[in-house]
T-cell receptor, first 115, second 110 residues
Framework: AQSVTQLGSHVSVSEGALVLLRCNYS??????LFWYVQYPNQGLQLLLK??????LVKGINGFEAEFKKSETSFHLTKPSAHMSDAAEYFC?????????????FGKGTKLSVIP | DADVTQTPRNRITKTGKRIMLECSQT?????MYWYRQDPGLGLRLIYY???????NKGEISDGYSVSRQAQAKFSLSLESAIPNQTALYFC?????????FGPGTRLTVT
């Protein structure tokens, strides 16, 4: 069974500082990996995804993530935080053999941006 | 208009009541899902459907049932609501490797 661990349920950064949200996965097969963002009172929006190919993937709003198989990690980064980045972020994994048929989500990390 | 819509957006109900949450999509996707979100627990899969005739239990299906009335409609029912079913419920569709989420229904069971 797959599992996803997000380190830190709450992360605070200053505006303009680096954003680093950590995600580790466990999977017996190469996974598909996703980051979703949830703004207050909204549904989840896909930020970026890794399926195959280049291990550094770029997403919307300046975010990127790197798939590191040796570390079973898929950490999300952004060089400079904006106030509008304050939201909850979810890492998810899917079985590459089944695509997004079933996603396993992490528990989420709430990002606060301090002015 | 939103591609995935959920009704109602908010609902307060009493213990023991039957309640239905509805989901409609205009994306033309065959696969649809129901999740619940609880603070600190992330999203957990309740049921999923690959097409009108194919419905499957997810991680936490006990106490829930679903109906896939058409390709575009997927309803979630709580036959006898209990307080620990208070949560935010999301419907989603998927195509290839991406899922698309509705805005959510906030359900409170008193």
């Amino acid at each position: 069974a797959q599992s996803v661990t997000q380190l830190g349920s709450h992360v605070s950064v200053s505006e303009g500082a680096l954003v680093l949200l950590r995600c580790n996965y466990s999977s017996s097969v190469p996974p598909y990996l996703f980051w979703y963002v949830q703004y207050p009172n909204q549904g989840l929006q896909l930020l970026l995804k890794y399926t195959t190919g280049a291990t550094l993937v770029k997403g919307i709003n300046g975010f990127e993530a790197e798939f590191k198989k040796s570390e079973t990690s898929f950490h999300l980064t952004k060089p400079s935080a904006h106030m509008s980045d304050a939201a909850e972020y979810f890492c998810a994994s899917g079985d590459s053999g089944a695509g997004s048929y079933q996603l396993t989500f992490g528990k989420g990390t709430k990002l606060s941006v301090i002015p | 208009d939103a591609d995935v819509t959920q009704t109602p957006r908010n609902r307060i109900t009493k213990t023991g009541k039957r309640i239905m949450l509805e989901c409609s999509q205009t994306k033309g996707h065959d696969r649809m899902y129901w999740y619940r979100q609880d603070p600190g627990l992330g999203l957990r899969l309740i049921y999923y459907s690959f097409d009108v005739k194919d419905i499957n239990k997810g991680e936490i299906s006990d106490g829930y049932s679903v109906s896939r009335q058409a390709q575009a409609k997927f309803s979630l029912s709580l036959e006898s609501a209990i307080p620990n079913q208070t949560a935010l419920y999301f419907c989603a569709t998927s195509y290839r490797d991406e899922q698309y989420f509705g805005p959510g229904t906030r359900l409170t069971v008193t």
